[in-house]
C-alpha cells in the first residue's frame, strides 16, 4: 500500500511540474514541491499507525487462538444487502399495523384510565321449614306457595372505575367509582339494574408515600362507614347471607346506600415494605347524607351524620398483635313519621334516628376472630294512642375462622407462575348473628347459628356452603337452611 501511495504522489508531482514548467514560475513550483513533500510524510505517518494497529490485533486473536477460544468469528464482517435491509423495515411496518388494528378492533377504549370489575354469585338453597307468600294482589305474582328449595342469583354487580386527575408529583388524584347492580325477587322476574355507588374520591393529602397519613372527601352515593359488615365487600364476606343488623326490614338498613359526603383518612402507619405491608394506628371517617336510602333525593330537611373512628395496635408484620383493631360507630338523623289509621296516610311530626356500633377486628393467619355490637333507635308512631314511642333494639355478630392453604401466605401469591395458577386454600367458620328489634316487647328476636366452609381455588373464585340455624320469634318458627353458593369475580 505505501508503494502505491509514493506512485499516485509522484504522478502528482510530475503534473504540477510539467503545470510549472509551462507557467515558467519557478518560485511557484517549489512551493508546490514542499507542500507535496509534506503531505507525504503525513500520509506515510498514518500508514505506519494503522499498520501498527492491524499487528497488535492480530497478536490479540493470535494469543485467544492459543488458549482456545474461536477467533474466526471475530474476523468474520457481516454485510446486509439493500433488498434484505428493506424487507426488514417492511415486516416493521406490518408489524406496527397489526397492533394497531388489535387495539382499534379488539380492545375496549375510554377517554380516561379505566377498570371494569364485577361480581356474580349463583347459589341453590334448601330450607326444611315451607316458605308461603300470600297473594298481595289479584295477579298472584308475588305468591310462593309451600317453597322448600331454589336456584338463585345473589349480588351480580358490574363496576368502572378510573382516574379523571393524576396528580404525579404529590398523588392528589381525582378518582371516580360507578357501580350498578341487582338482587333477586320473590315472585317476579323485575330484577332491574339498579344504580348502587356514583362518586367523585379526591385525594387532599400526597399518596405517593406509604409512611405519611392519607385524606380523601368521597361525594355522591356510597356505602356508609358504619362498622366492618357494611364496609366489607362480597369477595371477602366469609358467610353467604349478610348479618341481619344491615338488612332493611329486620336490621336497620345500614348496607343500604346513601347520597352525601363523607371525609376519610387515617395517621401514624406502620409500614413494612419487604411484605407491602401497611395499617394505619388511626383511621376515622365522618360526613353527612340524605338518610333515606339509594337513588332518592331527601324526604325531609334535615341530614343525618355519621361518623367512625378506629385504632389498630401498631404491630410489625411478623407480631402475633398484627391486625387487632378496635373501632366505634355513630349515626343520628331524623325521618318522617306517618298516621296510617286513616284511608289516606298522613305526616305525623319528624323521629329521630340513632344508630351506636363497637366492633372488634383480629385476623392473623391462621386464626381470626370478628365481633360487632350496634344499638339502635327509633321514634315509631303509634296509631293505636297517637303518640311516639321510642324503640331500642340491638344487634350481636361474632364470627370465628379458621384459614388453612397456601393463599392466605404472601410469598406462595408472589411466586413467578404459569398462567391462571393460584394456591388452593380453605377458610371454616361458625357465626353467631342475633338481633333484638325491640327491647322492650316479647317475640322480636331472630337468632341465626352458622357453620361454613370456603374454598378458594382461583384468584377471583371461590365456592361457599353454609348450614344456619335459625330461631325466629316474629313468625314463632325453627327451621335449618343449607346454602350453597359459587361466587366468581373479574
Same mark, same amino acid.
Given at each position: 500500500m505505501?508503494?502505491?501511495l509514493?506512485q ?8 504540477? !511540474? ?7 514560475n519557478?518560485a ?6 514542499s507542500q507535496l513533500?509534506q503531505s507525504l ?5 498514518e ?6 494497529? +492491524?499487528?497488535s490485533a ?5 494469543d ?5 477460544? *474461536?477467533t474466526?468469528?471475530a474476523? *468474520?464482517q457481516?454485510?446486509v444487502?439493500?433488498a434484505?435491509?428493506?424487507?426488514i423495515q +417492511?415486516d416493521v ?14 380492545t375496549?377504549?375510554s377517554t380516561r384510565?379505566l377498570? !371494569?370489575?364485577?361480581?356474580v ?5 334448601y330450607?326444611d321449614?315451607p ?6 294482589d289479584? @295477579?298472584?305474582s308475588?305468591?310462593?306457595n309451600h317453597?322448600?328449595?331454589s336456584?338463585?342469583?345473589?349480588a ?15 398523588g392528589?388524584?381525582?378518582?371516580f367509582?360507578l357501580r350498578?347492580?341487582t +338482587?333477586?325477587?320473590?315472585g ?5 339494574l339498579n344504580?348502587?355507588?356514583a362518586q367523585?374520591?379526591?385525594n387532599?393529602?400526597?399518596?405517593l408515600s406509604?409512611? @405519611? ?6 361525594f355522591?352515593?356510597q356505602l356508609?362507614?358504619f362498622g366492618?359488615?357494611v364496609?366489607?365487600t362480597?369477595?371477602l ?5 349478610n348479618?341481619?343488623?344491615?338488612l332493611?326490614?329486620y336490621?336497620y338498613?345500614l348496607?343500604?346506600?346513601e347520597?352525601g359526603l363523607i371525609v376519610r383518612?387515617d395517621?401514624l402507619p406502620?409500614?413494612?415494605y419487604g &411484605? ?6 388511626i383511621? &376515622?371517617a365522618?360526613g !353527612?347524607?340524605?338518610?333515606? =336510602?339509594?337513588?332518592?333525593s331527601?324526604d325531609?330537611?334535615?341530614k ?6 378506629r385504632? @389498630?395496635l401498631?404491630?410489625q408484620?411478623? +407480631?402475633?398483635?398484627?391486625e387487632?383493631?378496635f373501632?366505634?360507630?355513630w349515626y343520628q ?7 296510617t289509621?286513616?284511608a ?9 334516628v340513632l344508630r351506636?356500633g363497637?366492633?372488634? &377486628?383480629y ?5 381470626g376472630?370478628t365481633y ?10 303509634r296509631n ?7 324503640r331500642e ?5 361474632g364470627?370465628?375462622?379458621?384459614n388453612? =392453604?397456601e393463599?392466605?401466605?404472601?410469598g406462595f401469591r408472589?411466586q ?5 395458577w393460584?394456591p388452593?386454600? &380453605?377458610q371454616?367458620?361458625y357465626r353467631?348473628?342475633?338481633i333484638?328489634?325491640?327491647k322492650?316487647?316479647?317475640n322480636?328476636s331472630?337468632?341465626?347459628?352458622s357453620?361454613?366452609?370456603?374454598a378458594?381455588f382461583?384468584?377471583t373464585t371461590?365456592f361457599? !356452603?353454609?348450614?344456619?340455624h335459625v330461631?325466629?320469634e ?9 346454602v350453597?353458593?359459587?361466587?366468581? =369475580?373479574?
Amino acid at each position: 500500500m505505501s508503494a502505491y501511495l509514493q506512485q499516485c504522489l509522484l504522478t502528482l508531482l510530475s503534473a504540477s !511540474i510539467a503545470i510549472s514548467h509551462a507557467d515558467s514560475n519557478v518560485a511557484q513550483l517549489q512551493q508546490q514541491v514542499s507542500q507535496l513533500e509534506q503531505s507525504l510524510t503525513q500520509l506515510k505517518s498514518e500508514l505506519n499507525r494503522i499498520q501498527g494497529s +492491524s499487528q497488535s490485533a492480530g497478536a490479540a486473536h493470535a494469543d485467544a487462538g492459543e488458549e482456545g477460544e *474461536d477467533t474466526d468469528a471475530a474476523d *468474520d464482517q457481516s454485510y446486509v444487502t439493500r433488498a434484505e435491509l428493506q424487507g426488514i423495515q +417492511s415486516d416493521v411496518e406490518n408489524y406496527k399495523y397489526q397492533v394497531q388494528r388489535e387495539r382499534d378492533t379488539k380492545t375496549a377504549l375510554s377517554t380516561r384510565q379505566l377498570l !371494569i370489575n364485577g361480581v356474580v354469585q349463583a347459589k341453590a338453597s334448601y330450607i326444611d321449614e315451607p316458605q308461603i307468600t300470600l297473594p298481595a294482589d289479584k @295477579t298472584g305474582s308475588t305468591a310462593v306457595n309451600h317453597r322448600r328449595s331454589s336456584f338463585d342469583l345473589g349480588a351480580v354487580q358490574i363496576g368502572f372505575a378510573g382516574n379523571l386527575f393524576k396528580d404525579y408529583e404529590q398523588g392528589k388524584n381525582l378518582d371516580f367509582n360507578l357501580r350498578f347492580g341487582t +338482587s333477586p325477587q320473590t315472585g317476579t322476574n323485575n330484577s332491574y339494574l339498579n344504580l348502587l355507588d356514583a362518586q367523585l374520591i379526591y385525594n387532599v393529602l400526597p399518596t405517593l408515600s406509604a409512611d @405519611t397519613g392519607r385524606l380523601s372527601v368521597t361525594f355522591g352515593q356510597q356505602l356508609l362507614p358504619f362498622g366492618q359488615e357494611v364496609q366489607a365487600t362480597e369477595d371477602l364476606k366469609p358467610t353467604i347471607n349478610n348479618a341481619l343488623f344491615s338488612l332493611p326490614g329486620y336490621g336497620y338498613g345500614l348496607a343500604l346506600r346513601e347520597v352525601g359526603l363523607i371525609v376519610r383518612g387515617d395517621a401514624l402507619p406502620t409500614v413494612d415494605y419487604g &411484605y407491602n405491608y401497611r395499617s394505619p394506628m388511626i383511621s &376515622y371517617a365522618f360526613g !353527612i347524607v340524605n338518610g333515606n =336510602g339509594a337513588n332518592k333525593s331527601d324526604d325531609n330537611d334535615d341530614k343525618n351524620f355519621i361518623g367512625r373512628l378506629r385504632y @389498630t395496635l401498631p404491630a410489625q408484620y411478623n +407480631s402475633w398483635l398484627r391486625e387487632l383493631s378496635f373501632g366505634v360507630s355513630w349515626y343520628q338523623g331524623r325521618s318522617n313519621l306517618f298516621d296510617t289509621s286513616g284511608a289516606l296516610a298522613s305526616f305525623a311530626g319528624k323521629g329521630d334516628v340513632l344508630r351506636k356500633g363497637f366492633d372488634i &377486628y383480629y385476623n392473623h393467619h391462621p386464626f381470626g376472630v370478628t365481633y360487632e355490637y350496634v344499638q339502635g333507635e327509633d321514634d315509631t308512631y303509634r296509631n293505636q294512642t297517637a303518640s311516639v314511642y321510642k324503640r331500642e333494639s340491638e344487634s350481636h355478630t361474632g364470627t370465628l375462622f379458621w384459614n388453612f =392453604g397456601e393463599q392466605f401466605v404472601k410469598g406462595f401469591r408472589n411466586q413467578g407462575r404459569y398462567d391462571d395458577w393460584w394456591p388452593k386454600s &380453605y377458610q371454616t367458620f361458625y357465626r353467631f348473628d342475633s338481633i333484638d328489634r325491640d327491647k322492650n316487647a316479647a317475640n322480636q328476636s331472630i337468632d341465626i347459628h352458622s357453620i361454613g366452609l370456603n374454598a378458594f381455588f382461583a384468584e377471583t373464585t371461590k365456592f361457599q !356452603i353454609n348450614l344456619n340455624h335459625v330461631n325466629n320469634e316474629l313468625i314463632s318458627k325453627n327451621y335449618n337452611e343449607l346454602v350453597a353458593q359459587f361466587q366468581y =369475580g373479574f
